[in-house]
């Protein structure tokens, strides 16, 4: 059998699964990146082998001015520790202290379609939100985050239901490259724990939370008390149901979602209750619903802010997780290499 198979073989199966996953700096963290990835870092550590990173290379795809990357590298590292990231367990690093990403990258590049680059919707989104700046890096960025993640050989990869299209391609791309040259990475897998991909709404109804769009619906890890309290009472609402049992339009049910995040079960069934009753005071909901809100994020912001004053401790974790990540990608390049006939 041979090195390559066995490696194969020991990577495919569930005791020893290897989960990678990431977040680019380009903004204050959120209650989408919590509930769709962080909660889930935050189990999976106890587990598997974990590789979470800072995606900044990804990050020069929107935003290329870099005064502001390292101040928003520290921040997503301090946030990812105080949402429960223990640096010990996982490896927590920054994506471009990893250099062997760059040449996987390289690799997958030969086997992605234009075709196939030009349909992804993200690419689609982001070449209408900077039409004068539709780089090739945002063309080929599903390929960068599959060499990120199969960089590890990881299987199982923590993300939010907006991810989904580029995890497929990640498969896609590890299906070309194990039939053309030989079974050296397994499929990826978006993975949640439960039975669907997370989509956190934002607060006005319209689309989901969002680092850089839609900010005033959209609850910061970094927001104070009053902050969210605000926030939250804007939500949009209106008179309330007219009949018994009626079906929720789309932005209640958008609020029903959030307090079901961080809410009691017991409260959750109170206003559900009192909407099919038609009994329902938004004003109360709403509250409520800050409150729980507060609750949750104000720890958080507050060990945040604490960790992000001690720049040499997040240095030392960067410099831990990428000798983690590093020595991980070396493996894999060193089968990649092999596979690919580059060695001479
Ligand atoms: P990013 O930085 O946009 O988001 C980080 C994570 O948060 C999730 N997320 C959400 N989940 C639920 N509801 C929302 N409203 C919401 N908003 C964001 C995202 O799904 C993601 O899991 N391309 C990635 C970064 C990346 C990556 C990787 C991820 C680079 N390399 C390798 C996984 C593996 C991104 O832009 O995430």
């Known amino acids: 059998m041979s090195r390559l198979y066995i490696y194969y073989i020991c990577f495919?199966?569930?005791?020893?699964?290897?989960?990678?996953?990431?977040?680019?700096?380009?903004?204050?963290?959120?209650?989408?990146?919590?509930?769709?990835?962080?909660?889930?870092?935050?189990?999976?550590?106890?587990?598997?082998?974990?590789?979470?990173?800072?995606?900044?290379?990804?990050?020069?795809?929107?935003?290329?001015?870099?005064?502001?990357?390292?101040?928003?590298?520290?921040?997503?590292?301090?946030?990812?520790?105080?949402?429960?990231?223990?640096?010990?367990?996982?490896?927590?690093?920054?994506?471009?202290?990893?250099?062997?990403?760059?040449e996987l990258y390289l690799y997958l590049n030969m086997l992605a379609y234009l075709g196939e680059l030009e349909k992804t919707t993200t690419f689609k989104d982001k070449a209408?939100?900077?039409?004068?700046?539709?780089?090739?890096?945002?063309?080929?960025?599903?390929?960068?985050?599959?060499?990120?993640i199969i960089l590890h050989r990881a299987t199982w990869v923590p993300v939010g239901k907006d991810q989904e299209q580029h995890l497929e391609m990640s498969r896609n791309f590890v299906k070309r490259f194990n039939h053309r040259y030989g079974n050296v990475f397994p499929e990826p897998m978006a993975y949640n724990f439960g039975d669907e991909l997370v989509k956190v709404p934002s607060l006005d109804g319209t689309g989901k939370m969002s680092k850089s769009e839609n900010q005033l619906a959209t609850i910061y890890l970094a927001d104070d008390d009053e902050l969210i309290r605000k926030k939250v009472m804007k939500a949009k609402t209106d008179g309330g149901p007219t009949e018994i049992n009626m079906p929720k339009p789309d932005y209640i049910e958008n609020i029903f979602q959030l307090m079901k995040l961080v809410s009691e079960q017991s409260t959750i069934d109170q206003f559900e209750k009192a909407y099919q009753e038609c009994t329902i005071r938004y004003g109360d909901m709403k509250k409520q619903l800050a409150e729980d809100m507060v609750t949750f994020i104000s720890p958080i912001r507050q060990k945040a802010i604490a960790i992000q004053q001690d720049e040499r401790y997040m240095q030392t974790i960067m410099e831990q997780g990428a000798e983690k990540a590093c020595a991980s990608a070396q493996k894999t390049m060193e089968l990649v290499r092999e596979a690919m006939g580059l060695v001479y």
């Open 12 to 102: 495919m199966s569930t005791e020893n699964a290897i989960v990678m996953s990431g977040i680019r700096p380009t903004g204050y963290l959120h209650l989408g990146n919590y509930f769709g990835a962080m909660r889930n870092y935050v189990k999976l550590q106890e587990k598997y082998t974990c590789f979470f990173m800072v995606a900044d290379l990804h990050a020069l795809t929107t935003h290329p001015d870099t005064k502001e990357l390292k101040s928003n590298v520290y921040r997503v590292i301090a946030e990812n520790i105080a949402c429960g990231i223990d640096p010990e367990k996982a490896a927590l690093y920054c994506q471009s202290h990893v250099h062997e990403t760059a």
């Open 128 to 148: 209408r939100l900077q039409p004068d700046n539709i780089n090739a890096g945002l063309l080929t960025y599903p390929v960068l985050q599959a060499a990120d």
